[in-house]
């Protein structure tokens, strides 16, 4: 289904940015940092918009979907956690 397709797609974006988020954490250059910020701060309107977007159709879909759906609503609060964690820095 287009929505379980959709939902794959995202875990790995979320993934990817996790991943990247986390080595700017290592990088601990200040310098860095503030740009990081400036190009990080676009793709924030991506995980809320997969949370609400998963949230609303999760009861509708199947057993399997429905896990990844879940799934996708973790990662994506463990993107805007990895954002707080940038922003406070």
Do not use: D, H, W
């Not at 790995?12 to 310098?31: A, C, P």
């Amino acid at each position: 289904s287009l929505a379980g397709a959709t939902n794959m797609v995202l875990l790995i974006i979320f993934f990817g940015v996790s991943l990247s988020l986390f080595k700017i954490k290592i990088q601990e250059y200040s310098r860095e940092k503030k740009s990081m910020k400036k190009k990080f701060s676009i793709p924030l309107i991506f995980p809320l918009l997969a949370i609400m977007g998963n949230l609303s159709i999760m009861f509708f879909l199947p057993f399997k979907s429905q896990l990844i759906a879940f799934c996708v609503i973790i990662a994506g609060f463990i993107v805007l956690q990895s954002y707080k964690r940038l922003y406070k820095s």
